[in-house]
Each structure stands twice: as C-alpha cells, then as structure tokens.
C-alpha cells in the first residue's frame, strides 16, 4: 500500500477517534447529571435527602432538640408582665437564622391567655435568652411555654459561632428593697474591630437561684478596646431585708466518679457503695441552679471515652447519666484519676463552657490511684499517682477549682488531699457511703454560698450561617 493512502487511513483514524471521543462525552453531560443539594435526591456525601455531607441544610436526624432550662413571666405591675426563656443549643454545627418563636401564657388551668411572637438567631453550641418586655395579660399566667417555628421542625443549617470579644465589669446590683437597679460594664477586648449592635440580658435569681426578675436592653457597636456602661431597673423590690451579698457567676461543674472494681464490696445487688455514690452525686445536681451547667465523666483503668455527658443545663439528663454508670464487668478494673481528671479539665475548656463561669471540678474516688502505668518502667508504683498530680496541677493554674471527696478508710487521704485538691478545704471526707449526701451538700454550699440574690448578665451571641 502507498504511502500516501496508509497517511489518509491514519488521519481518518485519528478524526474518527476523536469524533467518538467528543459523542461519548457529549453523551455522558446530557444523561449524566451531577449530584446537587437541590435534586431531591440522596446522593453524594448526603446524609438524606438534600441535606448533611456537603448540603449546608442539615437533617433532621442530625439535630439534638434544644433544651429549654426554664420559661417563666414576671409581674411588673398589675396585668402586665415581662415574659423570658433560658434556652440552650447543645448542636456544635448548626443553627438557625431568625427562627420564629412564640411565648404562650397559660393559667393553671392550661386556659391559653396571650401569646408573644418573636424571632431569633439559634447559634451553635450555645445557650442564649429570650425576652419580651411589658406584655399585657387578662388573668394568672402560671405557666409559660416557648415553642419554635410553630412546634415543626426548623431548618437547620450549618453555622459557626463567632467567637464573643465582649466581657462584663463592674456589675452591682443595688437598691434591692426599694426600685433596684442593676449596672454593669461592657467592655470589647478586641483592639482592632469594632462589634456590632449588642442584645443584652440581665437576669436576677434568688439564693437558690430561682429567676426573679429579668430584662433586656441594647448597646450600640463598641469601638475597638472601648467599654460602655449598661443598667436595669424594676419598679417592683426584690425583698424587704437585703441581707449579704451576692454570687455574680454561674458555676460549670464536671462531676468525676469512680466506678472501678472497688465500688462494689460484697457482690451486692444493687451494688455498694456505687449506688449510695450515685444517688448522692444526684442530689448535687438537683442541689445546682438552672444557669448552672453539670457534666459527668467516670473512671476506672481509664476514663469515659466518649464521656458520659457533657456539660449541660439538662440537669435530668445528667442525672440519667449518673443512673446509668456501671461497673465493668469481666476485666480488673483499676483505678486512672489522672486521666479523668484531664477528661474533665478539657471539657471545661471547650465552647459548652459558660464564659466567666467558675469552673469546677468534684472528683469521687475509693481506691489508689494506680493507671496508667508508666510506659518505661511498669514497676514504678508512684508513676499514676505523679501523673495524676501534674494534671490536676496543671487544671488548677487554668483557674479550675477541684473539689476530691475520698470513700472510705483505706483512702490516701494525705495524696488527694495535698496533690489532687485545690487545698485541703477542697478535700472532703466520706468514712462511710452514708457520709456521702452531707459531703455533696457541702460542696454545694461552698461552690456558690447561699447569698440574696445571683446576678447574670447575657449577650446575645452571634454566627456565621452557610446559605
């Protein structure tokens, strides 16, 4: 064949290839359709139908429920009242943009007497308040609901929280027998950006920290390192014999418990001292305020992974959890202070921390702390025990207080007391499991002393939501 036809034969090859080529992919764009979040359909990285993976909607399998700590009114004079909600988002990544509410006042009969609708940002992982001020009512209102977008299920997207640049100075709460009034600082930290326009809360509670009174005003932006001065009145006086002073910070505490092997002497059923520990640990949580935050995480050759809950306003939550702590049964379990008390600090340094909270931490144990083992000599017996005091060190130069309630007799009382404690007025004694409810009453009462009134002051929080 000459030359000339196998170059012709060779150039219509190398076109037709190229023809097909151009078909075949032509072809695959017309019938083949790339996965969106709007083709209702589950596809791609979805974890449903148009939402999770890589859709910003998320799904509604994904989403914990927001968790009301209480709703309440509080007269302001006769028929009118001022209407409020503590609420807290516990979803790390998501949240909601002007989502609709609606407060509903009912008698104690459950007779609906007036509703308030409002709308709100719901940020990730955070705990905010609702307000409505000078709402006219017809009747008793005893009881008050929050419900959001109409009681059906939101649309949640995925959100980042802004991080707050704004602290609180110089709060006084005064004139609590006459027409109180409540000041407090705003100062922004931030010495570059200016913030944006500031809701602000202020909530007062009662020793046991029962809201008594609440209100609500707005701050302009704050200039760059700038402060501005805030206040709250009522016409109405919190008591007639103001007595002491004031606790003006909420407490977040990480309750650590022992459940290793040595919880349970005798083989009883229930067993002891686990069950007389756990319902003592309760009754510090029902012993807590509502603004008050509790985890749990438990311990025996090494902690809670993932812990068994994590700090929360949702007390009977907590409370569910400590129910739930068991022994483990078909292994020697051990006893890693250490490592729960580190499990603990951390949780207390995560964004579920209430800022210019005290932190706290109550750790109950009944055993030598001997895990984890030292992973160059397993013969060196004081290892667990050093490890356990650099953590709790290392806790308490972050500011965080630890509170150690050694069970038993055979405790090492000096250890935990000079090395795990914050000082040896943190470090309590429980000769028996019976000694443990008056122990965690104690605590209670020292954490935050029962004075005359509790201040909090709330701002709004802000994110950034994906559209």
Same mark, same amino acid.
Not at 180 to 199: K, Q, S
Not at 210 to 238: C, D, M, R
Not at 356 to 370: C, F, Q, S, Y
């Given at each position: 064949?000459?030359?000339?036809?196998?170059?012709?034969?060779?150039?219509?090859?190398?076109?037709?290839?190229?023809?097909?080529?151009?078909?075949?992919?032509?072809?695959?764009?017309? =019938?083949?359709?790339?996965?969106?979040?709007?083709?209702?359909?589950?596809?791609?990285t979805?974890?449903?139908?148009?939402?999770?993976?890589?859709?910003?909607?998320?799904?509604?399998?994904?989403?914990?429920?927001?968790?009301? !700590?209480?709703?309440?009114?509080?007269?302001?004079?006769?028929?009118?009242?001022?209407?409020?909600? %503590?609420?807290?988002?516990?979803?790390?990544?998501?949240?909601?943009?002007?989502?609709?509410?609606?407060?509903?006042?009912?008698?104690?009969?459950?007779?609906?007497?007036?509703?308030?609708?409002?709308?709100?940002?719901?940020?990730?992982?955070?705990?905010?308040?609702?307000?409505?001020?000078?709402?006219?009512?017809?009747?008793?209102?005893?009881?008050?609901?929050?419900?959001?977008?109409?009681?059906?299920?939101?649309?949640? @997207?995925?959100?980042?929280a802004?991080?707050?640049?704004v602290?609180?100075?110089?709060?006084?709460?005064?004139?609590?027998?006459?027409?109180?009034?409540?000041?407090?600082?705003?100062l922004?930290?931030?010495?570059?950006?200016?913030?944006?326009?500031?809701?602000v809360?202020?909530?007062?509670?009662?020793?046991?920290?029962?809201?008594?009174?609440?209100?609500? $005003?707005?701050?302009?932006? &704050?200039?760059?390192?700038?402060?501005?001065?805030?206040?709250?009145?009522?016409l109405?006086?919190?008591?007639?014999?103001?007595?002491?002073g004031?606790?003006?910070?909420?407490?977040?505490?990480?309750?650590?418990?022992?459940?290793?092997?040595?919880?349970? $002497?005798?083989?009883k059923?229930p067993?002891?001292?686990?069950?007389?520990?756990?319902? +003592?640990?309760?009754a %510090?949580?029902?012993a807590?305020?509502?603004?008050?935050? @509790?985890? &749990?995480?438990?311990?025996?050759?090494?902690?809670?992974?993932?812990?068994?809950h994590? &700090?929360?306003?949702d007390?009977?939550?907590?409370?569910t +959890?400590?129910?739930?702590i068991?022994?483990?049964?078909?292994?020697?379990?051990? $006893?890693?202070?250490?490592?729960?008390?580190?499990?603990?600090?951390?949780? =207390?340094?995560?964004?579920r921390?209430?800022?210019?909270?005290?932190?706290?931490?109550? !750790?109950?144990?009944?055993?030598?702390?001997?895990?984890? =083992?030292?992973?160059?000599?397993?013969?060196n017996?004081?290892?667990?025990?050093? %490890?356990?005091?650099?953590?709790?060190?290392?806790a308490?130069?972050?500011?965080?207080?630890?509170?150690?309630?050694?069970?038993?007799?055979?405790?090492?009382?000096?250890? =935990?007391?000079?090395?795990?404690?914050?000082?040896?007025?943190?470090y309590?004694?429980a000769?028996?499991?019976?000694?443990?409810?008056? @122990?965690?009453?104690?605590i +209670?009462?020292?954490?935050?002393?029962?004075?005359?009134?509790?201040?909090?002051?709330?701002?709004?929080?802000? !994110?950034?939501?994906?559209?």
């Amino acid at each position: 064949m000459e030359w000339s036809k196998k170059r012709r034969i060779i150039y219509g090859g190398v076109v037709a290839v190229i023809i097909v080529s151009l078909l075949t992919f032509a072809g695959y764009q017309f =019938l083949h359709k790339t996965p969106t979040c709007f083709d209702n359909k589950q596809n791609g990285t979805e974890a449903g139908v148009d939402c999770g993976g890589a859709c910003s909607l998320q799904c509604s399998s994904q989403i914990e429920p927001l968790r009301v !700590a209480w709703a309440k009114s509080f007269v302001i004079a006769p028929g009118r009242y001022d209407i409020g909600a %503590y609420v807290e988002n516990p979803n790390p990544s998501a949240g909601t943009k002007d989502a609709p509410f609606v407060f509903k006042m009912m008698d104690d009969t459950g007779n609906l007497l007036a509703e308030y609708k409002g709308m709100t940002d719901i940020v990730p992982q955070s705990t905010f308040f609702l307000f409505a001020g000078d709402i006219s009512i017809v009747g008793d209102p005893k009881k008050v609901e929050v419900e959001f977008n109409g009681g059906s299920p939101m649309r949640w @997207v995925k959100a980042k929280a802004a991080p707050s640049t704004v602290i609180t100075k110089n709060q006084a709460l005064k004139n609590v027998d006459t027409k109180p009034r409540f000041d407090a600082t705003l100062l922004n930290t931030d010495l570059v950006n200016e913030t944006p326009r500031l809701t602000v809360g202020a909530i007062i509670y009662d020793a046991k920290r029962n809201p008594i009174a609440i209100s609500s $005003t707005y701050a302009e932006g &704050l200039s760059p390192g700038g402060q501005e001065n805030v206040f709250f009145t009522w016409l109405k006086q919190f008591t007639k014999n103001p007595q002491g002073g004031m606790c003006v910070t909420p407490v977040d505490t990480m309750l650590v418990f022992d459940r290793s092997g040595s919880m349970n $002497t005798g083989n009883k059923n229930p067993p002891e001292p686990l069950t007389t520990a756990k319902n +003592a640990a309760s009754a %510090y949580v029902d012993a807590t305020d509502f603004a008050d935050k @509790v985890g &749990l995480v438990s311990f025996a050759t090494s902690a809670s992974s993932p812990i068994d809950h994590e &700090l929360s306003i949702d007390h009977g939550s907590v409370r569910t +959890a400590i129910s739930n702590i068991a022994i483990e049964q078909g292994s020697t379990q051990n $006893t890693n202070l250490g490592e729960a008390l580190l499990v603990a600090s951390k949780e =207390l340094g995560t964004t579920r921390h209430t800022k210019n909270a005290k932190r706290v931490i109550i !750790a109950l144990t009944d055993g030598d702390t001997n895990r984890p =083992l030292d992973p160059r000599n397993k013969n060196n017996s004081v290892y667990a025990e050093e %490890y356990a005091a650099t953590i709790a060190k290392t806790a308490r130069d972050g500011g965080v207080e630890i509170y150690v309630v050694g069970l038993g007799t055979a405790i090492k009382s000096a250890f =935990l007391r000079d090395s795990i404690a914050t000082d040896a007025r943190y470090y309590f004694d429980a000769k028996t499991a019976g000694d443990l409810q008056g @122990v965690y009453k104690s605590i +209670a009462e020292v954490v935050c002393k029962k004075e005359n009134f509790i201040t909090e002051i709330m701002i709004t929080p802000s !994110a950034v939501f994906e559209k």
